[in-house]
């Protein structure tokens, strides 16, 4: 028997589709989607497509009692806010009070979860673990009339940490372990400086995707390469003025990176551009870099330049081409 319910929200989409099919053979799993008439088959690498076969209903199909979860996996984009409001004022209709698990990118998602379920439970949200996940793998996505393609290649890698909420993620570590994912827990207080590590991750090649090149091509560009490192030596400047520091993943140093990117002047790192885009491009695995999220990423950047007063005028200007072209 499976221990564990977990609510899937964003099954139709890229990391929804990927945490239903991992966790299905180990817990008991209800998708929650949009697009729910449609066939939903996962390609893992070299593989052949398989059906997602777990149960899957609409948001506005939400059950009242049938299906009470431990665990709401949030896995849709940016804004959090309104879902986390939708679902748990149902939860509490029926006093219970589920794990949340974030894996949204940027570094706000757990901040507008807390002020969410402070608004609809009032004191009473402490009893709620709130987890913020990482996930490294890219994952790619294709669309028909009729069919739902994700793809993507294992081992699933992410680090999380609990941000609120009482008690250890044992639990969620067990779960993680069960299905195989290679996972580092953070500890509370490390958080934000995972949240920060992941966004200079998802920075790179933001820049060469805002003049259409892949990452190859914007690094093998002169001027694409030193965009590139622009914006990452500006948000370098803006978590230093916060106070927060970067952390190293495994197989992602990007401490390391950071460091080397701090100190060095753009005209020696420029030798080196090829070798850095095969890296970088290795680790994306071919897949496009996707932009719908931008304002949590350059956006994010310069929100937080805003709040340490340093300026990020490269971030603006990659900003300002992205929303120019959408």
Not at 55 to 79: C, G, H, T, V, Y
Not at 204 to 220: D, T
Not at 294 to 318: E, Q
Request: hydrophobic fraction near 40%; charge should be positive.
């Amino acid at each position: 028997m499976k221990d564990k319910k977990i609510a899937i929200i964003g099954v139709g989409g890229r990391t929804g589709t990927m945490f239903a099919f991992e966790l299905k053979d180990i817990a008991d799993i209800l998708g929650v989607g949009r697009e729910i008439n449609k066939t939903i088959t996962v390609k893992k690498k070299e593989n052949d497509l398989i059906p997602l076969d777990c149960k899957i209903i609409s948001d506005l199909q939400w059950p009242k009692e049938s299906f009470q979860p431990d665990i709401i996996f949030l896995a849709i984009r940016n804004p959090v806010a309104p879902a986390i409001k939708y679902y748990y004022q149902k939860s509490k209709e029926h006093n219970v009070f589920p794990v949340l698990v974030l894996s949204q990118n940027g570094i706000k998602a757990g901040e507008e979860a807390i002020d969410a379920l402070k608004d609809i439970l009032g004191p009473e949200f402490k009893k709620i673990k709130i987890i913020r996940l990482s996930l490294f793998n890219p994952i790619d996505r294709q669309e028909d009339n009729k069919t739902i393609k994700i793809n993507y290649s294992l081992p699933v890698r992410v680090s999380f940490g609990m941000i609120s909420g009482p008690g250890e993620l044992n639990d969620i570590k067990s779960l993680f372990d069960k299905a195989g994912f290679e996972s580092v827990e953070f500890k509370r207080e490390e958080i934000k400086n995972m949240e920060f590590s992941k966004l200079f991750f998802n920075l790179i090649g933001i820049a060469s995707a805002s003049r259409e090149l892949s990452i190859q091509e914007g690094f093998e560009e002169k001027e694409s390469f030193e965009e590139e490192i622009e914006v990452l030596k500006e948000y370098i400047k803006t978590v230093k003025a916060f106070g927060g520091e970067f952390v190293n993943f495994p197989h992602y140093p990007v401490k390391t990176i950071s460091l080397l990117i701090e100190i060095l002047p753009i005209k020696l790192l420029l030798p080196f551009r090829k070798s850095l885009a095969k890296i970088v491009a290795r680790g994306r695995e071919g897949k496009p870099k996707d932009l719908r999220e931008i304002n949590y990423y350059n956006g994010a950047v310069m929100n937080l330049g805003k709040k340490t007063g340093v300026p990020t005028p490269i971030n603006k200007k990659v900003l300002a081409r992205i929303l120019k072209g959408q």
